[in-house]
């Protein structure tokens, strides 16, 4: 039996309602959440109740509690409205609010009052008020159907009809609705749809409207470009901090605003399941998105369809952390105790746990020479890991003694345990660690793998294929690459970037250095996939989330020209979360370096599929 769509779709966000729930003496509470905008809708209503010129607001913060106070004094006396938006960022206040409130009588409110509070869920807001009080909530709708649905329930035939140029209006207004969708539904893909979540809401999409009304109407020929980049780099860019980031926006809105966009039936997706459908009144839209696939396939984002499984894993991987932070600590499935599979985990640890490298060795072996760079990171590389080897041994010898009762069990040492006995990699671990995303048995393993590469280099010399991901701070690696060709041919180091010339097994002997530069391996693409036939990159198989790349040669090469067709300027990250701390570089510290790979398609195609190549995977 079929239930119906109620109860997949959500009920549509009925302000008047609430409103009619209200009293003079009772607030309305718009409890927020990430991507939401209430302010928006509430002046909307407010127009329609004819108290927009009678509705006062103000943002909360330092010093703004007595203009605050004063407003909500007046308002009771002359039966206005007050808005306070961002309560939670007025803690120190909200006593005085409480006092404000528990005062309201209907002896001294005038009916028509108002009280509209805005709050991030916060355990300072005043218990009283949210119990008296009329609570919603107004988070971002899920699928790119419900998402037109909420911002199509804003207009009316009216605003449809407002342009003096009708169809270019309604058709670049669905355009850039259906462009917010894309943005806010992209997130649910984690670093595939953007390498930050950012918070875009539908104040950015109202201020793009208004610019966009405004450009038709003063120009005869539309300004697609002066819309892209007010709406691409200002409105919604202003928010996005990262560069990779930027580029992916602003190719995806060059799909949604553009001549193509006015021709009815123009797709927007392979599929043609999304269209741009011809100008209407408000009832046809609405009609229109109604058809629109209740949940939409990856290709309306230009990702591949085994997204879905990034994302289903994603949600799955979440879940089982909640489920795990929530188990019992007083003992384990095997009915082992708690402390026994720590003391287990412990030893294991230990007996894998790589020696310290020898620095006085390495130096005396390997001295820092002008002309041999590799020396220098060998050396850095070598004092890194064995900071956090001593991390590592200090801290599991003391764990061991604690379990035994011979030293305090502190709280870095409570927390130690917790991680080892969940599988999880220790703070205390992480902060002097690469990053990783691997669990702690894997983490563990490759820490071990990586200190073999370095001590391989001590023991066999120079590497002749170097392995990128065993680098602590590849970037070290890169730039002393270039210093050795540099200053062997005595040219500028800010004159030198790479060349990159992906390998066959058949071409390249490993057994042997390259003239210049330098071979490197360890990377895996995400997204696409290599194929060394056509040597090009593309679509990933079914299924394949995945694929190791080839050896690639990394080429110095002084004043050289990057290609601007027939490449792929593909990211290469450390970790699979792509996001990163802003460095002193002005590149986030997952961000290694940028690779052009060779494609058949235009580069748009793989901007929007997410593809990048990592470091490390997180098995």
Sequence with gaps: ANLGPQY???????????????????????????????????????????????????SLGQGQGPKAELMIREAVEDGSWVLLQNCHLAASWMPTLEKLVEGFSPDIVRPD?????????????????????????HEPPKGLRANLSRTYAGFDDG??????RPVEWQKLLFGLSFFHAITQERRKFGPLGWNIPYEFTTGDLNVCIQQLGIFLEEYEAIPYRVIRFLCGHINYGGRVTDDWDRRTLITILDNFISPDVLVDGHPFSPSRAYVSPAARDHKGYVEHIKTLPAVPQPEIFGLHSNADITHDLNETQALFETILS?????????????EKVIADTVEWILRRLPKSFDVDAITARYPLVYKESMNTVLLQEALRYNALLSVLATSLREMTKALKGLVVM?????????????????????????????????????????????????DKGIPNV???????????????????????????????????????????????KPKEGCYIRGLFLQGARWDSERKSVVESRP????????VIHLLPVANRKKPYSGIYECPVYKTLTRAGTLSTTGHSTNYVLTIELPSQKPQDVWIKAGVALVCSLND
């Design 8 to 58: 997949v779709e959500p009920p549509p966000f009925d302000l008047a309602a609430s409103y009619r729930a209200s009293g003079p003496c009772t607030p309305l509470i718009f409890v927020l959440s990430t991507g939401a905008d209430p302010a928006s809708e509430l002046y909307r209503f407010a127009e329609g109740m004819g108290m927009r010129q009678r509705l006062q607001s103000i």
């Design 113 to 137: 009052f108002r009280l509209w509070l805005t709050s991030m869920p916060s355990a300072l807001f005043p218990v009283s008020i949210l119990q008296n009080s009329v609570k919603m909530t």
């Design 159 to 164: 605003f449809l009809q407002s342009s003096t």
């Design 326 to 338: 929530l188990q019992p600590r007083t003992g384990a499935a095997s009915g082992l105790s708690r």
């Design 410 to 458: 502190s709280e870095d040492l409570e927390k130690m345990g917790n991680s080892l006995l969940n599988n999880a990699v220790p703070d205390m671990w992480k902060a002097k660690a690469y990053p990783s995303l691997k669990p702690l048995s894997s983490w563990v393993i490759d820490l071990g793998a990586r200190c073999q590469f370095i001590q391989d280099w001590v």
């Design 466 to 512: 170097f392995w990128i991901s065993g680098f602590f701070f590849p970037q070290a690696f890169l730039t002393g690459t270039l210093q050795n060709y540099a200053r062997k041919d005595a040219i500028p180091i800010d004159t030198i970037s790479f060349s990159f010339h992906v390998l066959d097994e058949s071409e390249v002997d490993t057994t042997k």
């Design 543 to 550: 299924k394949e989330l995945y694929t190791k790349m080839p």
